[in-house]
Nanobody, 122 residues
Framework: QVQLVESGGGSVQAGGSLRLACAAS????????MAWFRQAPGKEREGVAA????????GYADSVKGRFTVSQDNAKNTVYLQMNSLKPEDTAMYYC???????????????WGQGTQVPISS
């Protein structure tokens, strides 16, 4: 059974940085595609970044390119999302997800963490 646990959320001022972590367990070769999503109140869940765990392939939403970086620590089975130059519009609940293909479409992913809140103040 795949389990994902996010951490690292919290309040930060616009222009600041934050690093989210997603500790994964139970991943297999067929569920090694991971992504970060976010959902703001009243909005649909949107893909932020994706990567192939252990493969190094990454992808980003246009809205975060150049500001966010997704990375992995294979030894710790953890995926990170480094967020720099944060903007008020980045405010959302951030979720980690694992699935069977490389995508930033939410329905692609089977396993989800509980989410971590990231409020950005202006």
């Amino acid at each position: 059974q795949v389990q994902l646990v996010e951490s690292g959320g919290g309040s930060v001022q616009a222009g600041g940085s934050l690093r989210l972590a997603c500790a994964a367990s139970g991943l297999t070769d067929s569920t090694g595609y991971m992504a970060w999503f976010r959902q703001a109140p009243g909005k649909e869940r949107e893909g932020v970044a994706a990567l192939v765990f252990g493969g190094g392939v990454t992808g980003y939403a246009d809205s975060v390119k150049g500001r966010f970086t997704v990375s992995q620590d294979n030894a710790k089975n953890t995926v990170y999302l480094q967020m720099n130059s944060l903007k008020p519009e980045d405010t959302a609940m951030y979720y980690c997800a694992a699935g069977r293909s490389f995508s930033m479409v939410a329905k692609t992913y089977t396993y989800w963490g509980q989410g971590t809140q990231v409020p950005i103040s202006s």
